[in-house]
């Protein structure tokens, strides 16, 4: 077998070493999993619903061990692994609630009743990226377990530590054998052999766009379900009555949040001209504090990057740009590059216009409203977004305008477990979390009671 080197990128070590499962492994693991679907389809509402309880509970009992191994695996802060953990340990105990709320409908018809009801799917295959393995691991699981299917789980085999873990510890609360499979691999082999395999019934993939793509051609040939959460070059627009303060303080988290990994960061924020100075001062003492170093330390609000590829794709973005202000990084080891905001800068510009993935950010001024909206538009992704304005007929008149999924007034937050999260346009195809993700794991089945026959 070869192995698979899992790399801690604040030291650039060696963190754990794994076996990678060959594709021979992958069939009995889906042959596997579908023995034991039939099985779990067959349980009731109420057991299905105990067992997630069960494992959410034992995911918030283990919460310190899940952080540390997902702050070192990732590169995140501690403070934000704890949050994720615990955001994790939510959607566990959200779908817990969800078995019994498959509910069918009864519709009348000529001669007749019809009923429907929602099946499961099957055995489905889970794709998950680097940057938020426990999180968004937690949003693909616990809907499609709720929803009575079998889960085979590839993590990105750069970060699969809570993952595995996580398995571990479903096993130990009693989900039956089989249920829950985690395999190790690259997207490029392992991945493709999951998609294409005619026994797993839907794809739910989170990842670039690139490979997005490259999953719903391959899932055409089955006719697999598909959800695709893909890539973001997300928006804020600040207007000149917006808190300037809390909309400058945010982008420690909005863009520079788990180093800019995240597929909502809001990279491109445009700002009222007649704001700008005031906007860019308060964006220079942001950045330039921004604690940047070891993600143990209780006091780190940044991390590194998950490799060093990764930071020389997001310097290839910078070297040509004109850099406004840079915070700080540590020396020596590990994968680090520092906070960064671009101004001035056009629209059209290669950092301006595509995802980099790190902690960068454009500042882009703007004249007026329909202005603003437009050049939010302009862009092949539609993810998240944020307006910041004290006019409330104007934050629900952009709102409505802006072509983007997970949108927030005068906030940079894009996810609640019980809401839908998904995007338009290159950003993907479907909804997770809320009862939306539940109702993208079951297919619905419709049947006739002909009642005319006395």
Known sequence: MNAINVIEPATGQVLETLEQTTEAELDLVIARAAKAQNQWSTESPQRR??????????????????????????GMPISDARGAVSGAATTFRYYSASPERLLGQTIPVDG?????????????GLITPWNYPLTIASWKIAPALAAGNAVVLKPSEMTPLTSLRLAELAAEVGLPDGLLN?????????????????????????GSTSVGKEIARRAADTVKRVTLELGGK???????????????????????????????????????????????????????????GDPLLESTQMGPLISAGQVERVASFVDDA????????????????????????????????????????????????????????????????????????????????????????NSYTSVRVSTPFGGFKQSGIGRELGPDALDAYTEVKNVYFDTSIR
């Open 322 to 409: 004109s850099v406004f202000v840079r915070g700080s990084i540590p020396s020596g080891a590990g994968y680090w590059y520092p906070p960064t905001v671009l101004y001035p800068i056009q629209d059209d510009a290669p950092a301006a216009r595509e995802e980099i993935f790190g902690p960068v950010v454009s500042i882009l001024p703007f004249d007026s409203e329909d202005e603003a909206v437009a050049r939010a538009n302009n862009t092949v992704y539609g993810l998240a977004g944020s307006i910041w304005t004290s006019d409330a007929a104007r934050s629900l008149r952009v709102a409505r305008s802006m072509e983007a999924g997970a949108l927030a007034v």
């Open 49 to 74: 619903a105990q067992t997630l309880l069960a494992l959410a509970d034992a995911i918030e009992r283990h919460c310190e061990e899940l952080a540390h191994l997902e702050a070192r695996n990732v």
């Open 182 to 206: 985690v395999v190790i691999g690259p997207g490029s082999s392992l991945g493709r052999k999951l998609v294409d395999h005619p026994s797993i019934g839907k794809i739910a993939f989170t």
């Open 234 to 292: 997300s928006a804020a627009l600040v207007f000149a009555d917006a808190d300037l303060d809390a909309a400058a303080e945010g982008l420690v988290g909005a863009v520079f949040g788990n180093s800019g990994q995240d597929c909502c960061a809001r990279s491109r924020v445009f700002v009222q001209r007649s704001a700008l100075d005031a906007f860019l001062t308060k964006v220079h003492d942001v950045v330039t504090s921004i604690a940047v």
């Open 112 to 124: 007749g009743i019809d009923m429907t009801f929602r099946e499961p799917i099957g055995v489905v």
